[in-house]
């Protein structure tokens, strides 16, 4: 599945995760183990069950920690390492240390203690959001008054990270076409994905079974305890508010002012996930193809050209790179395909702000052949750099998700009797997208988790921000899960993009702002543009 955090609210934000997909990693929350059929019974469903109250005897060790800050290199930030058990169920098996980062409160005014934040995912470095952005880019009054903080989850970045490729490996993984024409390039595929995942198996060991959001959520607990605030505050967006909410349940007495930006449903299958997100894409693209026939550089299209037939022209575009790639100018010799193609348009619906350098990459690739614009916004979504440097993105988001939920196919006849629902929710991206949810099916750790709903009973007023267009998280979960907590607002953006703070909305803003500074949450039923 396609989720997406960022470094900077809201476009391909660098340390950006899309989340996104090589064999498009697009199962990103599709997992191993046995494939869902169905969207479930939501009402039938277990909630999360909060953890006791009291501390483990076996956990005080970890809780009664006190971090040694020091100086991390980027001026005005500290950093620290954290423990955590490695395995909840087994606290005296070994450790796993955390990398955490603070920009302590600028202003004069009372302390308000610890805000966390988290970009989402999973698989993005929260250490690198905070200092490349929310540490200096959130308001100024919110950072007077707050600690800003962050962590890297297990397995991310700069805590242990999750190794699986080398990176001309993951070069080919992500040229992988996801749109196999026969049984040759289904095997293909299929070959790729167990690749991927028999070298995470081997390359991370023990640390791929205990990389679960549940443990993620734990650990924030931990920290919690070790920063010395009583309740937690926590900003997350994307997958941080799928982590955010499973806090707010098992520790619902412990939760502070917590807002959650572009909301995951719980409820929901691995599969019925991914197929809410194809429909999401194709909303963003249909906004997307209705703008850019008003522009006079739209390649796709021109006055009057229907939204449908700039998505034909699309696909037919994607076809004859399918059968010839194009020079992109790459310095290592890649040239532009259906794959990465298709990567750098997605990547762009993530924000209206990039559609001007989607309508100058398609201009390129279509009329001159120089696949170099498309390539950019494909290298960006996999956080990779010149010489096949990748970050861990890639690795550490399918090993969360592979963990989290069963996944959404076994094999390569499921995907095929599920095309039909996935072309009918994007003719664009509808087929690709259901072949990238596969790669799971494949992978060496059983599934710890499954479906269910979040109540957190007793939690503090919690904030729930769903956009009306978000291609990625669509608003139905956040209404979903604005349901489902009983101390829920929900806060709504009208409008295109993934999530919303910090995006342009001074509604939205305010809004935000006021409840992290004063605790008052948005009136019920709110609504901005």
Same mark, same amino acid.
């Given at each position: 599945m396609y989720l997406r955090r960022s470094s900077r609210p809201c476009r391909p934000r660098t340390a950006a995760v899309l989340l996104t997909a090589a064999a498009l990693l697009v199962s990103a929350c599709s997992s191993g183990g046995s494939a869902d059929t169905a969207t479930g019974d939501h009402a039938a469903q277990a909630a999360l069950a909060a953890l006791p109250q009291s501390t483990p005897s076996a956990l005080t060790p970890y809780y009664g920690q006190k971090l040694s800050w020091r100086s991390c290199g980027v001026p005005g930030f500290q950093c620290a390492t954290m423990k955590a058990p490695l395995d909840y169920a087994r606290p005296g098996a070994g450790d796993v240390r955390l990398a955490v980062a603070r920009k302590k409160a600028t202003g004069k005014g009372k302390p308000l203690g610890s805000l966390l934040v988290n970009p989402g995912g999973p698989g993005g470095?929260?250490?690198?959001?905070?200092?490349?952005?929310?540490?200096?880019?959130?308001?100024?009054?919110?950072?007077?008054?707050?600690?800003?903080?962050?962590?890297?989850?297990?397995?991310?970045?700069?805590?242990?990270?999750?190794?699986?490729?080398?990176?001309?490996?993951?070069?080919?993984?992500?040229e992988t076409d996801n749109t196999p024409d026969d049984r040759k390039e289904t095997g293909q595929l299929v070959a790729a994905d167990k690749k991927f995942a028999n070298g995470c198996g081997r390359r991370s060991g023990k640390l791929l079974q205990h990389v679960s959001t549940v443990e993620a959520?734990?650990?924030?607990?931990?920290?919690?305890?070790?920063?010395?605030?009583a309740k937690l505050t926590y900003v997350g967006a994307s997958y941080g508010t799928f982590l955010g909410a499973t806090y707010a349940g098992l520790f619902p007495d412990r939760v502070g002012r917590m807002v959650l930006d572009g909301a995951m449903d719980p409820t929901l299958t691995s599969r019925q996930m991914n197929l809410d997100q194809t429909a999401g894409f194709e909303t963003a693209f249909q906004s997307f193809a209705k703008d850019c026939v008003r522009q006079p550089d739209c390649p796709l299209g021109h006055k009057g050209t229907s939204p449908a037939q700039v998505g034909r022209?699309?696909?037919?575009?994607?076809?004859?790179?399918?059968?010839?790639?194009?020079?992109? /100018?790459?310095?290592?010799?890649?040239?532009?395909?259906?794959?990465?193609?298709?990567?750098?348009?997605?990547?762009?619906?993530?924000?209206?702000?990039s559609w001007g350098q989607l309508r100058e990459g398609l201009t390129s690739?279509?009329?001159?052949?120089?696949?170099?614009?498309?390539?950019?916004?494909?290298?960006?979504?996999?956080?990779?750099?010149? /010489?096949?440097?990748?970050?861990?993105?890639?690795?550490?988001?399918?090993?969360?998700?592979?963990?989290?939920?069963? /996944?959404?196919?076994?094999?390569? /006849?499921?995907?095929?009797?599920?095309?039909?629902?996935?072309?009918?929710?994007?003719?664009?991206?509808?087929?690709?997208?259901?072949w990238a949810a596969l790669n799971c099916a494949?992978?060496?750790?059983?599934?710890?988790?499954?479906?269910?709903?979040?109540?957190?009973?007793?939690?503090?007023?919690?904030?729930?921000?769903?956009?009306?267009?978000?291609?990625?998280?669509?608003?139905?979960?956040?209404?979903?899960?604005?349901?489902?907590?009983?101390?829920?607002?929900?806060?709504?953006?009208?409008?295109d993009g993934h999530t919303a703070y910090g995006r342009g909305s001074n509604c939205i803003d305010s809004a935000i702002d006021t409840y992290l500074l004063h605790g008052t949450p948005p009136t019920k039923g709110k609504r901005c543009s």
């Open positions: 470095s929260a250490v690198g959001y905070l200092q490349q952005y929310a540490g200096i880019g959130y308001p100024a009054s919110v950072r007077a008054r707050y600690d800003m903080v962050a962590v890297d989850p297990r397995g991310v970045a700069r805590s242990e990270p999750v190794e699986c490729l080398d990176g001309r490996q993951m070069d080919a993984y992500t959520a734990r650990d924030m607990d931990i920290l919690r305890s070790a920063l010395g605030d022209n699309l696909s037919a575009f994607f076809r004859k790179l399918d059968a010839h790639p194009i020079p992109a /100018g790459d310095a290592d010799g890649r040239k532009l395909g259906e794959a990465l193609a298709t990567t750098g348009v997605i990547a762009a619906m993530y924000d209206e702000s690739a279509m009329k001159e052949h120089d696949g170099a614009g498309l390539l950019v916004l494909s290298d960006s979504y996999y956080e990779r750099e010149a /010489g096949a440097r990748y970050s861990n993105l890639m690795f550490a988001n399918a090993a969360v998700n592979c963990l989290d939920l069963p /996944g959404a196919f076994t094999g390569p /006849g499921d995907v095929q009797k599920a095309l039909p629902a996935f072309e009918k929710a994007s003719p664009v991206f509808g087929e690709g997208l259901a494949y992978w060496p750790v059983k599934p710890t988790g499954a479906p269910h709903r979040i109540e957190a009973k007793g939690a503090a007023p919690i904030v729930v921000v769903g956009t009306t267009r978000d291609p990625a998280t669509p608003y139905r979960w956040a209404q979903s899960l604005s349901r489902q907590l009983t101390s829920a607002r929900l806060l709504t953006y009208v409008g």
